[in-house]
């Protein structure tokens, strides 16, 4: 057995993808919402330290400037890249953006200034003046004044408009930190390394204050937005607010427990934030100087963090790869519900809205009022290892699946068991109720559906429907379709009246682990653990939108009362929104401090109730613009039966002037919600088109590649590997370091077969040094090798039925991966893998993924590959594959042991000896012994001939099924 340990085994990184956040503010009587920081994105880098990052004074755009002097520049709205500028020999270490201008300024370890078109990406002037490291900059507010200093003990200020030296200033303790100018452009201050503060009047010309308060190195200074204050930060985990004008400290904030690494400002001067090397970023409130809260999902060590202009934003620097940005905002949040001592399992919310039934790791079902957020029931529920909770459709009973095989229906009033259904073979995964018949549904870890008459507490349909373990069934709102979610990957739809498969669906790459049936229109959203959403047209089978942004496992996803938007609740302990139609990302909701279970929403999509690891029940609104139902378009007709003429229902309280101008209808509402920041983006044209297309050359994708593996990061990165990898491969399959790649992001989806096929193909390809650097040529190969010669070789594992190995996972967790072992004994003939390396060949892979349940497939597969090959089949799938598949329960294979250790052969640099095969008339196909010069063969029934130094040694027949025949040559 084999265990592999990974250089880099944290959890992934929350990445997180938002079109537009619109701080929307809503109205619910007696409730007020608390006002906090929510993630909004994390922007990556290269790995390795970022040097400065700062955002827009617009907001508009993050930039960043990391390790490898390289400025970025990303889209603030939507996180594109639309800007990778390298400094080259400048080296640049601290960058500002001009307030009004599409100009940056840059300091570098070359000892100058560069000042940047960022609109073009071209230089536009390099100041000179400085004798050391540029490595603090400052504008102004106006951008008129530029302020400079570094190791050279001066301290520079320019005219922004002439690029000249106004003034230059000698710093003793010749180094500088951090520099800062007053809202009036009149005076300066700056940071020594002598840890002295010091302010400079420019009309003066002179030293008018200092102090030397702090204790250690000062990383940051900053005057209040309306210049009555100094505030510092440094290493002695203090916070230092300066009284500059009367020479007094005002406060002195200690609430860090390490390094104060960052300080800014909100325009109001009421609050400031503050971050540290801990992974903290406070907001403070400078009133009472408190922490106010604290930013969530922030890992350590921050830093630099600054507030955007309009107060609204938050920039965190991290130390390594990469940037996260936050916005202050109403999350929603009314409520959280804190009875249970343990885990939330699951959650249901009453057809009428009124109730939300949870169900905890503590063994307790909890009723709960929705309106007044407090528990009206609690049930023990003993030693049931309960899965799921569902409220009948009348809100008078909860059914349980249990563990144990069993259904129990309870009484909502007392908790009395109705009835118990017994039926399943294993533990009961999922229930839903029919929504107009008495009808109860069921899936379960025995891959069986169940239909359950609740009338006679009966089974009246039973079938094997999947070939793994259910994890979910729904009916459609209408009870005329439901689908099955499986392990397995797929989701089937089926037929309520005739029970009748109507279509599987095959996109999910991981287990399906919910499902939804959208109200309005025939849509069906699934999520699963391979972190996407996918909208589905069931009734045709066909994919309308993959969303993907998430993280980590999608634990849930509900469809809003019209249909046109989407919630999905992450393992990545966040909340986010969708729109279906464009298959957007709408906002980030919240983001809660433990991993998310699972979510339950309210029948007309005003709350969702949310369930942790942890034991809090959150409740939040949801946006009414988005998930309650849109008012129709209205004309002159629809306003008179408002009026009441048609004797329909009347708006509450109506006034004509309401009426005729004041409804909202459908365009207005998505307008507001989407389709401004559409429109904005648009218009924003300060990037040519043209300049930030993306080019997906073959180059292009194999340096995203390099860049991508440079980081070392695949449990976070290994979507975006796998999809950088097999594009180049669907140009080139001679191309090892995509075969690389794909072999770690297999080992991720505990993939073992895979892994096997890639190290076949991949041992062979070219590694293109001139592109890629993120390893070397021979590490590469010894890593073939190594998986090759070692995990892969047939006599290390003789005595074993199955291949297997741990490693450790993305959670710090021991997984394991396992494959049967006769696979090892399905070798790839030279004359095959010379023919897809070397010709215009492509292989859809998928055709071979998430075979580990079907091994028997595989194989086939694998076979009818080499056939497929030899008959110049340039493009192989499923379709070009078939005609060389087996047909069904008719295949037959056998093993063919060869030992030609007594066999010399010229030529050979090593022992390995090769051999030819030749089935019935077709081509020879090449093979090698290994190191003992044996070899065992998985061979497809047929007349076979064995040709060794060109002379043909043996003919044999496998035609029985797991025939073993011998060849021991001399």
């Given at each position: 057995?084999?265990?592999?340990?990974?250089?880099?085994?944290?959890?992934?990184?929350?990445?997180?993808?938002?079109?537009?956040?619109?701080?929307?503010?809503?109205?619910?009587?007696?409730?007020?919402?608390?006002?906090e920081y929510i993630i909004h994105r994390t922007y990556h880098t290269a790995?390795?330290?970022?040097?400065?990052?700062?955002?827009?004074?617009?907001?508009?755009?993050?930039?960043?400037?990391?390790?490898?002097?390289?400025?970025?520049?990303?889209?603030?709205?939507?996180?594109?890249?639309?800007?990778?500028?390298?400094?080259?020999?400048?080296?640049?270490?601290?960058?500002?953006?001009?307030?009004?201008?599409?100009?940056?300024?840059?300091?570098?370890?070359?000892?100058?200034?560069?000042?940047?078109?960022?609109?073009?990406?071209?230089?536009?002037?390099?100041?000179?003046?400085?004798?050391?490291?540029?490595?603090?900059?400052?504008?102004?507010?106006?951008?008129?004044?530029?302020?400079?200093?570094?190791?050279?003990?001066?301290?520079?200020?320019?005219?922004?408009?002439?690029?000249?030296?106004?003034q230059g200033i000698s710093e003793p303790s010749g180094n500088v930190f951090?520099?800062?100018?007053?809202?009036?452009?009149?005076?300066?201050?700056?940071?020594?390394?002598?840890?002295?503060?010091?302010?400079?009047?420019?009309?003066?010309?002179?030293?008018?204050?200092?102090?030397?308060?702090?204790?250690?190195?000062?990383?940051?200074?900053?005057?209040?937005?309306?210049?009555?204050?100094?505030?510092?930060?440094?290493?002695?985990?203090?916070?230092?607010?300066?009284?500059?004008?009367?020479?007094?400290?005002?406060?002195?904030?200690?609430?860090?427990?390490?390094?104060?690494?960052?300080?800014?400002?909100?325009?109001?001067?009421?609050?400031?934030?503050?971050?540290?090397?801990?992974?903290?970023?406070?907001?403070?409130?400078?009133?009472?100087?408190?922490?106010?809260?604290?930013?969530?999902?922030?890992?350590?060590?921050?830093?630099?963090?600054?507030?955007?202009?309009?107060?609204?934003?938050?920039?965190?620097?991290?130390?390594?790869?990469?940037?996260?940005?936050?916005?202050?905002?109403?999350?929603?949040?009314?409520?959280?519900?804190?009875?249970?001592?343990?885990?939330?399992?699951?959650?249901?919310?009453?057809?009428?809205?009124?109730?939300?039934?949870?169900?905890?790791?503590?063994?307790?079902?909890?009723?709960?009022?929705?309106?007044?957020?407090?528990?009206?029931?609690?049930?023990?529920?003993?030693?049931?290892?309960?899965?799921?909770?569902?409220?009948?459709?009348?809100?008078?009973?909860?059914?349980?699946?249990?563990?144990?095989?069993?259904?129990?229906?309870?009484?909502?009033?007392?908790?009395?068991?109705?009835?118990?259904?017994?039926?399943?073979?294993?533990?009961?995964?999922?229930?839903?109720?029919?929504?107009?018949?008495?009808?109860?549904?069921?899936?379960?870890?025995?891959?069986?559906?169940?239909?359950?008459?609740?009338?006679?507490?009966?089974?009246?349909?039973?079938?094997?429907?999947?070939?793994?373990?259910?994890?979910?069934?729904?009916?459609?709102?209408?009870?005329?379709?439901?689908?099955?979610?499986?392990?397995?990957?797929?989701?089937?739809?089926?037929?309520?009246?005739?029970?009748?498969?109507?279509?599987?669906?095959?996109?999910?790459?991981?287990?399906?682990?919910?499902?939804?049936?959208?109200?309005?229109?025939?849509?069906?959203?699934?999520?699963?653990?391979?972190?996407?959403?996918?909208?589905?047209?069931?009734?045709?089978?066909?994919?309308?939108?993959?969303?993907?942004?998430?993280?980590?496992?999608?634990?849930?996803?509900?469809?809003?009362?019209?249909?046109?938007?989407?919630?999905?609740?992450?393992?990545?302990?966040?909340?986010?929104?969708?729109?279906?139609?464009?298959?957007?990302?709408?906002?980030?909701?919240?983001?809660?401090?433990?991993?998310?279970?699972?979510?339950?929403?309210?029948?007309?999509?005003?709350?969702?109730?949310?369930?942790?690891?942890?034991?809090?029940?959150?409740?939040?609104?949801?946006?009414?613009?988005?998930?309650?139902?849109?008012?129709?378009?209205?004309?002159?007709?629809?306003?008179?039966?408002?009026?009441?003429?048609?004797?329909?229902?009347?708006?509450?309280?109506?006034?004509?002037?309401?009426?005729?101008?004041?409804?909202?209808?459908?365009?207005?509402?998505?307008?507001?919600?989407?389709?401004?920041?559409?429109?904005?983006?648009?218009?924003?044209?300060?990037?040519?088109?043209?300049?930030?297309?993306?080019?997906?050359?073959?180059?292009?994708?194999?340096?995203?590649?390099?860049?991508?593996?440079?980081?070392?990061?695949?449990?976070?990165?290994?979507?975006?590997?796998?999809?950088?990898?097999?594009?180049?491969?669907?140009?080139?399959?001679?191309?090892?370091?995509?075969?690389?790649?794909?072999?770690?992001?297999?080992?991720?989806?505990?993939?073992?077969?895979?892994?096997?096929?890639?190290?076949?193909?991949?041992?062979?390809?070219?590694?293109?040094?001139?592109?890629?650097?993120?390893?070397?040529?021979?590490?590469?190969?010894?890593?073939?090798?190594?998986?090759?010669?070692?995990?892969?070789?047939?006599?290390?594992?003789?005595?074993?039925?199955?291949?297997?190995?741990?490693?450790?996972?993305?959670?710090?967790?021991?997984?394991?991966?396992?494959?049967?072992?006769?696979?090892?004994?399905?070798?790839?003939?030279?004359?095959?893998?010379?023919?897809?390396?070397?010709?215009?060949?492509?292989?859809?892979?998928?055709?071979?993924?998430?075979?580990?349940?079907?091994?028997?497939?595989?194989?086939?597969?694998?076979?009818?590959?080499?056939?497929?090959?030899?008959?110049?089949?340039?493009?192989?799938?499923?379709?070009?594959?078939?005609?060389?598949?087996?047909?069904?329960?008719?295949?037959?294979?056998?093993?063919?042991?060869?030992?030609?250790?007594?066999?010399?052969?010229?030529?050979?640099?090593?022992?390995?000896?090769?051999?030819?095969?030749?089935?019935?008339?077709?081509?020879?196909?090449?093979?090698?012994?290994?190191?003992?010069?044996?070899?065992?063969?998985?061979?497809?029934?047929?007349?076979?001939?064995?040709?060794?130094?060109?002379?043909?040694?043996?003919?044999?027949?496998?035609?029985?099924?797991?025939?073993?025949?011998?060849?021991?040559?001399?």
């Open positions: 057995m084999i265990r592999l340990r990974r250089k880099n085994s944290h959890p992934p990184l929350a990445i997180f993808y938002l079109v537009f956040a619109l701080l929307i503010l809503f109205s619910i009587p007696e409730v007020k919402a608390e006002n790995r390795g330290n970022v040097f400065d990052g700062t955002i827009s004074a617009d907001t508009n755009f993050v930039v960043a400037l990391d390790k490898q002097y390289t400025i970025r520049i990303w889209r603030y709205q939507n996180g594109a890249l639309v800007k990778t500028i390298r400094t080259g020999d400048h080296k640049a270490i601290s960058i500002v953006m001009h307030p009004t201008k599409p100009l940056m300024f840059t300091g570098g370890l070359n000892n100058t200034i560069t000042v940047w078109d960022y609109k073009k990406g071209s230089i536009i002037k390099v100041l000179t003046g400085h004798d050391g490291v540029v490595s603090s900059l400052k504008l102004s507010i106006d951008g008129e004044i530029l302020v400079s200093a570094g190791k050279d003990n001066k301290v520079l200020i320019w005219n922004v408009e002439r690029f000249k030296v106004l951090s520099v800062d100018i007053h809202p009036s452009n009149r005076m300066i201050a700056w940071a020594s390394a002598s840890n002295e503060i010091k302010i400079w009047d420019t009309v003066l010309k002179k030293h008018i204050g200092s102090h030397k308060i702090h204790t250690a190195k000062v990383n940051k200074i900053l005057f209040m937005p309306n210049g009555e204050i100094l505030g510092s930060c440094a290493d002695d985990k203090k916070i230092i607010l300066w009284d500059w004008k009367n020479g007094k400290q005002r406060s002195s904030l200690s609430e860090h427990k390490k390094e104060v690494t960052g300080i800014s400002f909100h325009p109001s001067n009421t609050k400031m934030i503050s971050c540290s090397d801990e992974g903290e970023i406070y907001l403070w409130d400078l009133k009472t100087n408190k922490v106010e809260s604290t930013l969530k999902l922030v890992e350590k060590p921050v830093k630099d963090c600054l507030l955007s202009m309009d107060g609204k934003k938050v920039l965190g620097v991290f130390t390594n790869n990469y940037l996260k940005t936050w916005e202050l905002g109403d999350n929603g949040f009314l409520a959280s519900l804190k009875d249970h001592t343990k885990a939330i399992i699951s959650l249901d919310a009453s057809k009428n809205g009124k109730y939300l039934a949870s169900l905890s790791a503590d063994k307790t079902v909890k009723i709960w009022n929705i309106a007044s957020k407090q528990a009206l029931k609690s049930y023990d529920i003993g030693n049931l290892e309960a899965q799921q909770i569902k409220i009948s459709p009348d809100s008078k009973l909860f059914a349980l699946a249990g563990a144990n095989s069993e259904i129990l229906i309870k009484n909502m009033t007392d908790g009395s068991v109705v009835a118990t259904l017994k039926g399943h073979a294993g533990k009961v995964n999922s229930i839903d109720f029919h929504p107009n018949k008495n009808l109860l549904i069921s899936g379960g870890a025995d891959k069986q559906i169940i239909i359950w008459d609740l009338n006679q507490n009966k089974e009246i349909n039973k079938r094997t429907a999947h070939k793994g373990q259910i994890t979910r069934i729904k009916f459609s709102p209408s009870g005329e379709y439901y689908a099955s979610a499986s392990v397995d990957r797929t989701i089937k739809i089926w037929t309520q009246s005739d029970q009748r498969l109507i279509h599987t669906l095959e996109k999910h790459t991981r287990s399906v682990r919910d499902i939804d049936f959208s109200n309005e229109k025939d849509l069906l959203a699934s999520a699963g653990d391979d972190r996407n959403i996918i909208i589905w047209e069931y009734k045709t089978g066909n994919v309308k939108n993959i969303l993907s942004g998430h993280d980590f496992i999608v634990s849930s996803v509900h469809f809003s009362e019209d249909g046109t938007s989407l919630v999905s609740a992450s393992r990545d302990k966040t909340i986010r929104l969708w729109d279906i139609d464009s298959g957007t990302f709408i906002r980030t909701l919240s983001g809660e401090t433990e991993q998310i279970t699972g979510s339950a929403m309210t029948p007309a999509s005003t709350l969702l109730a949310v369930g942790t690891l942890g034991n809090d029940i959150s409740i939040l609104r949801l946006p009414k613009q988005l998930f309650q139902k849109k008012a129709k378009k209205v004309d002159t007709p629809v306003l008179n039966t408002l009026t009441g003429t048609s004797g329909q229902a009347t708006p509450e309280k109506p006034s004509q002037s309401v009426l005729t101008t004041d409804i909202p209808t459908v365009s207005a509402i998505s307008e507001t919600d989407i389709k401004t920041e559409q429109e904005e983006l648009k218009r924003d044209n300060i990037f040519d088109i043209k300049t930030v297309q993306e080019d997906r050359s073959l180059e292009t994708v194999q340096k995203s590649l390099n860049e991508l593996l440079e980081q070392n990061n695949i449990c976070r990165d290994y979507i975006k590997i796998e999809q950088e990898a097999k594009s180049i491969l669907k140009q080139t399959l001679n191309d090892q370091a995509a075969f690389h790649a794909l072999m770690k992001v297999f080992i991720i989806k505990k993939d073992l077969q895979m892994i096997y096929l890639m190290a076949k193909l991949g041992e062979n390809a070219l590694f293109a040094e001139n592109v890629y650097n993120y390893s070397t040529n021979e590490s590469v190969f010894r890593f073939f090798r190594r998986w090759l010669g070692v995990v892969f070789d047939q006599s290390n594992i003789e005595k074993s039925n199955e291949v297997t190995m741990e490693y450790v996972d993305c959670i710090n967790d021991i997984s394991t991966l396992r494959m049967p072992q006769y696979l090892l004994f399905i070798d790839i003939p030279v004359e095959t893998i010379q023919k897809l390396l070397n010709k215009k060949f492509s292989i859809d892979f998928t055709v071979f993924e998430g075979l580990q349940d079907n091994s028997e497939v595989f194989r086939d597969r694998i076979f009818a590959l080499i056939e497929a090959v030899e008959d110049n089949r340039n493009k192989i799938n499923i379709t070009s594959l078939r005609p060389f598949l087996p047909v069904k329960n008719q295949s037959i294979y056998g093993y063919y042991f060869i030992d030609l250790s007594n066999v010399l052969q010229w030529g050979i640099q090593n022992d390995l000896v090769s051999f030819q095969l030749r089935r019935g008339k077709s081509d020879w196909m090449t093979f090698f012994t290994d190191a003992e010069k044996r070899k065992t063969l998985l061979l497809r029934g047929g007349n076979y001939y064995l040709r060794v130094n060109e002379k043909v040694r043996q003919a044999f027949i496998i035609d029985k099924q797991d025939q073993r025949l011998t060849a021991l040559l001399k």
